[in-house]
């Protein structure tokens, strides 16, 4: 309980210490000036006769008053505050002007920049030599009363200084490494947002790549079944299309649960090159007439992998877009690259089988990745999905 109300005290006081502050040192002036104490250091009195202490007040009290504009002002109270204080210095010599000038120049010191702070710094060390010359010079003291003065000189007000400083430092410390902290959430918040990104993004790519084109084409066969005269083998046939690319996505699909349970390991079995005939067949069993065209040569890996995965996304486009065309498959090694084109005439779109144009997307994101060109449009008779990949990619 008494923590809680020294807690509450104190931030009362902070709130309202402009104030409370200059009031203090008001009445401290009175009570000493009552006490008839004058003369903080009397060798800088140039009076020869006695004075009154309450004199003080008359610079004391607009001191007090120039306390409540430090913060608006600090640079000015403080040269208005000092040249009370040396006029009160050398007559009275009362303690309320150096409690003014100690108040006022911690304020100016802590808000100041480091350029006006080096300037107070020369200001303060030249008052020193100052102080020192004058009481030996003019006031005629010993070197030793001299020297000592000269030290309390420094250590009061160079200690207000220091002291102010080190708050000052403190908090632009303080101030930095909240800033770098709250720079440091927001990158980590952009950099999970990225990762949230990039993950969906890889997961619709692999979704898109191991089982939109088995349901697109089980959607396509049964599609092909019911517009046509019943037929029993041609329906058995279209069933057991359906069944295989039901299988095959199936197959997909528990493959990608796993792995996103487990947390290791590849979505899908990435393409292989002896994978290009049998998507070449699926097509075929689709509907489509495919010619292939392919060199004995083989490529690298990665290389492979993407040209099956062109390939494969062409015919399903095909499959979608024009049912029964004809399509050529154009597979060469050319120099230092390995071009395919895949290239479309005739057909009719398949019903209730639209697209959305990310598989083309995707494609080129990859042979953009591996160094490579792509480009699918319309022809003069057809379509056209072709890309080029260099022989030298780094996966």
């Known amino acids: 309980m008494h923590e809680q109300t020294a807690s509450r005290f104190g931030t009362w006081y902070l709130r309202h210490r402009w104030f409370l502050d200059p009031i203090a040192i008001m009445l401290l002036s009175i009570v000493v000036a009552a006490f008839g104490f004058r003369g903080i250091w009397g060798s800088f009195s140039v009076l020869s006769g006695a004075i009154s202490p309450w004199w003080a007040l ?27 204080f040396v006029v009160d210095l050398l007559t009275i010599g009362g303690i309320g002007t150096l409690l003014v000038l100690l108040d006022v120049l911690w304020t100016a010191v802590f808000v100041a920049e480091p350029r006006t702070r080096r ?9 020193v030599v100052i102080v020192f010359a004058f009481v030996m010079f003019f006031a005629g003291e010993p070197f030793s009363i001299a020297f000592l003065i000269a030290v309390q000189w420094g250590a009061i007000f160079g200690t207000t200084y220091w002291w102010a400083v080190a708050l000052s430092q403190a908090n632009e410390l303080a101030d930095l490494q909240r800033s770098r902290a709250e720079a440091a959430e927001r990158e980590s918040e952009r950099d999970r947002a990225e990762a949230v990104r990039s993950e969906r993004e890889m997961m619709a790519r692999e979704l898109h790549d191991a089982v939109a084109g088995h349901v697109m084409a089980m959607a396509i066969r049964a599609e092909a079944a019911l517009s046509t005269t019943p037929d029993e083998a041609g329906d058995r046939a279209a069933l057991q299309a359906v069944r295989d690319a039901g299988l095959d996505a199936h197959t997909a699909l528990r493959s990608m649960i796993t792995v996103l349970r487990k947390g290791d390991g590849e979505l899908i079995a990435q393409p292989r090159w002896e994978d290009l005939d049998g998507v070449i067949e699926s097509a075929r069993r689709a509907g489509l007439e495919v010619a292939l065209s ?14 099956v995965r062109i390939v494969r996304e062409a015919l399903a486009n095909g499959i979608r877009h024009a049912g029964g065309a004809r399509v050529s498959v154009d597979i060469t090694a050319t120099g230092a690259s390995a071009t395919v084109h895949v290239t479309s005439w005739g ?8 697209g959305n144009g990310w598989g083309l997307s995707m494609l080129e994101e990859r042979v953009r990745a591996l160094e490579g060109d792509f480009r699918a449009g319309p022809t003069d008779d057809g379509w056209t999905v072709a890309a080029e990949l260099p022989l030298g990619v780094h996966s």
């Open 119 to 127: 300037w107070l710094q020369f200001t303060l060390f030249l008052s």
């Open 294 to 307: 392919q060199t004995s040569e083989r490529f690298p890996v990665i290389v492979e992998q993407a040209i």
């Open 347 to 354: 057909g009719a779109p398949v019903a209730h089988a639209p």
């Open 58 to 84: 008359v610079l004391a009290v607009p001191g007090c008053a120039l306390m409540l504009l430090k913060r608006r002002a600090p640079m000015r109270v403080l040269a208005v505050v000092a040249v009370l």
